[in-house]
């Protein structure tokens, strides 16, 4: 809470504009308002909002429009962006509901279970079928291990599943025939500048509000998206024994899985 207010447009960047709401960036606005060099900067203040947040101008100031972006979520308020510009805009955080809506800069700023909801709003074959892209991303965020078990397998008590729930981790189970592949995820300490796609190095006077659209295409690339049709090509028959698959992240994950699986009887 510290952080956020402390937070001001000359500080924020197109990672922790995250942490802000609708109400901090209007109040935000109007201070830096009052400083000298408020017009070289506007621009790049703009772009960073607009990386965060859907910004429309409200060119008709009527109470029944107002009351429809208030009904589509937004905030409304002024933002005086020219000398004598007194219009209202709409503002609404973006909202992080698809696998290519996670970048670099929110994968901070959800919680394992959000994380979750998204991989089970968009999954089709599992973590493999997720674009190494994507997957470093979350990975740059979360700590991320599979298994792959038998449906009565993955469940045993004091099993990997149990320790990793245990510990912290949210669990999402995609059911594969008479198997299911189990994805942990459990949110790392965060860092700050994690990444080189964070913007605290960029130029303040650069004036790239119209291109934003065109940065986070490359963020977020089209290629991100995964075959739904992976699932169609899931063979049961194919799965053996020796087909058990686990990631882990630590040699301690290796070495509990391996004392589960010797104690059962093939």
């Not at 973590?127 to 045993?156: A, C, M, N, V, Y």
């Not at 049709?229 to 194919?238: A, L, N, P, R, T």
Request: net charge negative.
């Amino acid at each position: 809470m510290k952080q956020q207010k402390a937070l001001t447009l000359k500080t924020l960047t197109k990672s922790n504009v995250w942490e802000v709401e609708e109400n901090d960036i209007f109040r935000m606005w109007e201070t830096a308002e009052k400083e000298s060099d408020f017009k070289d900067n506007r621009n790049h203040y703009m772009d960073v909002i607009r990386s965060a947040f859907e910004i429309e101008e409200i060119k008709i100031d009527k109470p029944e429009v107002i009351k429809k972006y208030e009904a589509r979520d937004f905030k409304v308020g002024n933002i005086h962006f020219d000398d004598n510009d007194n219009k209202k805009w709409g503002i609404k955080k973006r909202a992080i509901n698809r696998i290519t809506d996670l970048t670099y800069e929110n994968i901070h700023h959800i919680s394992a279970a959000k994380l979750i909801e998204v991989l089970d709003r968009n999954f089709g074959g599992g973590w493999d079928s997720l674009s190494q892209s994507i997957q470093d991303i979350i990975e740059s965020g979360f700590d991320i291990s599979t298994t792959t078990l038998p449906k009565d397998r993955l469940h045993k008590p004091g099993g990997m599943y149990d320790k990793k729930v245990n510990d912290g981790y949210e669990v999402l189970e995609i059911t594969k025939g008479l198997w299911v592949e189990a994805i942990f995820a459990k949110a790392k300490p965060k860092v700050e500048n994690h990444h080189k796609h964070d913007d605290d190095n960029d130029s303040m006077n650069n004036g790239f509000g119209d291109n934003y659209d065109e940065d986070l295409e490359d963020e977020n690339p089209s290629e991100n998206s995964y075959d739904d049709d992976d699932d169609d090509d899931f063979d049961e028959d194919k799965l053996t024994e020796e087909s058990y698959r686990t990631t882990f992240e630590t040699e301690e994950d290796l070495n509990l899985e391996a004392e589960d699986v010797a104690d059962d009887d093939y």
